[in-house]
């Protein structure tokens, strides 16, 4: 009898783990994406200097839908080649503080929409896997008044800026945060894990990578 209730109490317990360990895809399949531009959403790049855009990876199939790094080689996904200079003695980069992103992606929704998650794609594929040529350092803002914008509130996960994660190697990225009411969301990138960092001279400090995304996704509440 006893023997018995063990296997009732290990079969409940593995029910229960698969309850609850979905993966992305699982989890967001009934869910509407904000993000979509065939939902109305659109895309566009805040200008910053030393950025060179592959004209081969347009910027607009990042709200396309399609998520999959293997179609990479097929046009899919952003590419952007960066440099930034970095003043060692300051801290201080040629976009603003030390801080500072390298670019930042404005998605726009066609009317105020709730949004508490947002979902980041960047390459991860056998050629170019994530760990070695993925996006590392990024976060998500939001306007709160006239060229304002503030850091969303991240929930179950504690960071050393706020609204920032760093030092990522896969290739999902999740954003869970409060809810909030917004018509634009603004995607900071601050650092990819294939930058190389090299010396001008003692004071300088110029660092060199590219940008490679997927997919950006935005949800809320609203079901399909």
């Known amino acids: 009898m006893k023997i ?22 699982q989890l967001d399949s009934g869910f509407k994406n904000h993000a979509l531009s065939s939902n109305g959403a ?26 999959s790094s ?23 980069t040629r976009y603003g503080s030390e801080s500072a992103s390298l670019v930042d992606i404005l998605i726009e929704f066609p009317q105020e929409t709730l949004i508490n998650r947002i979902v980041i794609y960047t390459i991860d594929n056998k050629e ?9 350092d990024l976060g998500v803002r939001y306007p709160v008044g006239l060229n304002a914008w503030a850091p969303v509130e991240l929930i179950g996960l504690t960071t050393k800026y706020p609204a920032r994660i760093q030092e990522n190697k896969k290739g999902i990225i999740n954003f869970r945060f409060k809810p909030i009411k917004t018509k634009s969301i603004k995607l900071f990138i601050c650092d990819t894990n294939d930058s190389i960092d090299t010396m001008r001279d003692r004071y300088t400090r110029i660092k060199n990578g590219f940008i490679r995304l997927i997919e950006i996704e935005a949800y809320g509440t609203d079901r399909y």
């Open 70 to 92: 293997d179609d990479w080689a097929n046009g899919e996904g952003w590419e952007c080649e960066y440099q930034s200079r970095q003043s060692i003695q300051s801290g201080q």
């Open 4 to 25: 018995l209730n063990l296997i009732i109490i290990l079969i409940a317990i593995f029910l229960a783990s698969c309850a609850t360990k979905t993966d992305n895809s």
């Open 128 to 136: 170019f896997p994530a760990i070695n040529f993925g996006v590392s």
């Open 42 to 67: 659109t895309i566009s790049l805040v200008a910053h200097s030393g950025l060179s855009p592959n004209v081969q990876h347009p910027l607009e199939t990042l709200i396309n839908g399609n998520h």
